[in-house]
């Protein structure tokens, strides 16, 4: 069985054998881009490489890259613990090529590894091509030899992908895997493409527009390739689970949760065991790249996955902090590949001993107030907005732990009266300050409120108040 380092490194060196510089992982945090929160993808760090903006000593490039999808355009955060496949920090494996190769080869090369070096079997492999794509499907046909049920046209915008609202664009095609029948879920396309049966490892990108204002596309000179494979799905696959979850790397760490709770990973407390493995990596890696947990913007999000993730470590009895424990069995998977993993690791341990133990009190005591205030509800109402802000406000609830823990319950929350009482709360203290004849500006009046410790305070919004994409 391959482990997850194993196939990263088989990754890049089959890429590296190919021609391509093997390049670093980006930080998470983008450099000179405030548009984007979190590095989501592989191309980020090229996206001006992309645009011919910024010229780099290669044309050919391969990466194990960071992404965080848990705030902004993709947002995976709601997936955790409930689809096989998502987490919020996962590592992107990528093949680009700036103007070299194009549409051929990258599914030639894409092809090879998948079925050489990986070894999967053809016949468990299906693909998808943009509708009004006939050359890739005219390749896979040439290359893989797949019949033509096995070459899915989607004509959605899936299957076309965009820098944005101009620039680079082009049709995109998708390596799926099928897990067999026993599993839930539709090929890609159809009604039930949601379920984890038919799963996407590798996304292709051909970049070979460009499109300017007014949607006016152009063929781009030396069309572009951009790739991203999941490292945790494919290992999923190559480990014989379609259960990203299940993978060495997500073992060893749900095992460490399981010896310090002594709670069944594999019992009716499964989904808290995912989500804590999940938030404890995502929450490690954004502090070692700079991230603090704040009440805005990345901090904020960087707090919510935290809080979350100890929500859940309360749900499996731990009557202490618990998710520091864990770092060395993330160090001990991931620090050799990630190297500031432990260069940051007292950081990590403390920044995260210090939320959980702050935020103990408070959660003890607002999740009594929830139990209190939704016991009598039942599948399909919604908990009251006031509630939910008392909960945000005074005990340090964001929204999307409230959220989380009436899930299960299938229970929402009125959203809509959360974000009025935070309206009329901010009203009322600008009228407060209007009275005194101060600015009545919030950047005075909430630090004065914090230091005066009226109540907890955790940000002007359920989203960041970043330009997120
Ligand atoms: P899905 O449709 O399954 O949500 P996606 O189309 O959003 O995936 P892409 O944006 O194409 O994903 O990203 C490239 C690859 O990265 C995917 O093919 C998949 O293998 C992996 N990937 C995407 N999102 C996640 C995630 N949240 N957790 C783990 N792997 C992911
Ligand atoms: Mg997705
Ligand atoms: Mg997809
Ligand atoms: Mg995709």
């Not at 903006?53 to 997936?79: F, I, M, W």
């Not at 939320?355 to 107030?369: D, M, P, Q, V």
């Amino acid at each position: 069985m391959s482990g997850v380092n194993d196939i990263r490194s088989t990754f890049l060196d089959y890429f590296k054998s190919q021609g391509h510089e093997v390049v670093a992982s980006s930080p998470l945090v983008p450099r000179n881009d405030p548009t984007l929160m979190f590095a989501n993808s592989g191309m980020v760090q090229f996206k001006n490489v992309f645009t011919g903006q910024e010229k780099r000593p290669y044309s050919r490039a391969t990466t194990a890259q960071k992404c965080v999808r848990a705030g902004g355009k993709h947002n995976d955060l709601d997936n955790v613990g409930y689809t096989a496949r998502h987490h919020t920090f996962f590592e992107m494996l990528g093949n680009f090529s700036f103007g070299d190769y194009f549409k051929e080869q990258a599914i030639h090369h894409a092809w090879t590894l998948v079925t050489r070096e990986f070894g999967l079997p053809k016949d468990k492999l299906l693909v998808t091509v943009y509708s009004e794509d006939d050359e890739a499907h005219g390749l896979w046909k040439k290359i893989a030899g797949l019949t033509d049920d096995k070459i899915i046209r989607i004509p959605t915008s899936a299957n076309f992908w965009r820098m944005g609202d101009t620039g680079p664009c082009g049709p995109c095609s998708e390596i799926f895997y099928d897990h067999g029948d026993q599993i839930w879920g539709g090929p890609p396309g159809s009604p039930d493409e949601d379920g984890d049966r038919f799963i996407e490892i590798w996304n292709l990108v051909f970049m070979q527009y460009e499109e300017a204002a007014g949607g006016i596309r152009t063929d781009l000179p030396r069309p572009s390739i951009d790739t991203g494979m999941g490292l945790e799905r494919i290992a999923a696959v190559l480990q014989g689970t379609h259960d990203n979850y299940n993978i060495d790397l997500f073992r060893a760490l749900i095992g460490a949760i399981a010896d310090l709770t002594s709670v069944d990973p594999d019992g009716p407390m499964k989904a808290s065991h995912r989500v804590i493995a999940d938030h404890l990596r995502c929450s490690a890696f954004l502090i070692a790249d700079g991230v603090l947990p704040s009440n805005e913007g990345r901090g904020y999000v960087l707090r919510r996955i935290m809080r979350r993730g100890m929500r859940h470590a309360q749900l499996l009895g731990a009557r202490e902090p618990l998710m520091y424990k864990l770092v060395p069995a993330l160090t001990r998977e991931m620090g050799r590949a990630y190297p500031e993993l432990l260069r940051a690791e007292a950081l990590i341990t403390e920044t995260l001993k210090l939320e959980e133990t702050r935020f103990r009190t408070t959660l003890t005591r607002g999740l009594s107030l929830l139990d209190e205030a939704a016991k009598d509800l039942s599948a399909g109402q919604s908990l009251k907005g006031d509630v939910a802000f008392t909960l945000y406000d005074t005990y340090g609830f964001p929204l999307d732990l409230t959220q989380d823990a009436l899930r299960s319950r299938d229970i929402t929350v009125d959203v809509e009266g959360f974000d009025a009482a935070m309206q009329q709360q901010k009203a009322k203290a600008r009228a407060a300050w209007a009275g005194s004849g101060e600015a009545a500006t919030e950047t005075l009046w909430f630090p004065l409120r914090d230091r005066l410790g009226a109540t907890e305070f955790l940000g002007y919004d359920t989203e960041s108040a970043e330009g997120v994409v």
